[in-house]
């Protein structure tokens, strides 16, 4: 396997821009977040050209196929050309319903909650947070 063939699994996650650091990218692994072919993936661990990875950043499960290992960080337009994103149209929709939902949000200029409404506000986000 040439060296340019291969690159570690923590390296290339943040080389494509899935995580923000390579530190990130290395905890997720340890904490079983990132698999590689079904399989829970070290940080250390070699991907190549047409491995699958799996990314947990709950609620969504990100599914990619790895086109060219790259080991350097790229901007986000030529990212696009290194994994092919493989994610279910259900697992996106997750994401944009956990963005839709704001609870407590105010409108902008209308001041300061009340304490009355700061208790509605606390009391919504206990509710949610209990689920």
């Known amino acids: 396997m040439d060296k340019r063939d291969s690159v570690r699994i923590d390296k290339f996650l943040w080389s494509v821009r899935i995580y923000k650091t390579r530190g990130l990218a290395s905890e997720a692994c340890r904490r079983g977040r990132v698999a590689v072919n079904n399989m829970e993936a070290k940080p250390s661990r070699i991907v ?16 990619f196929r790895v086109l060219q290992p790259v080991g350097n ?25 956990g963005n839709s939902l704001t609870y407590g949000h105010r409108e902008k200029g209308s001041g300061r909650p009340t304490k009355k409404e700061r208790r509605n506000i606390d009391r919504m986000n206990n509710n949610i947070s209990g689920i």
């Open 73 to 97: 960080r790229v901007s986000a337009k030529i990212a696009a050309s290194f994994i092919e994103d493989l994610t279910s149209a259900e697992e996106k929709l997750k994401r944009q319903i």
């Open 48 to 63: 190549s050209e047409k491995d699958i990875i799996t990314v947990k950043k709950l609620p969504v499960i990100y599914t």
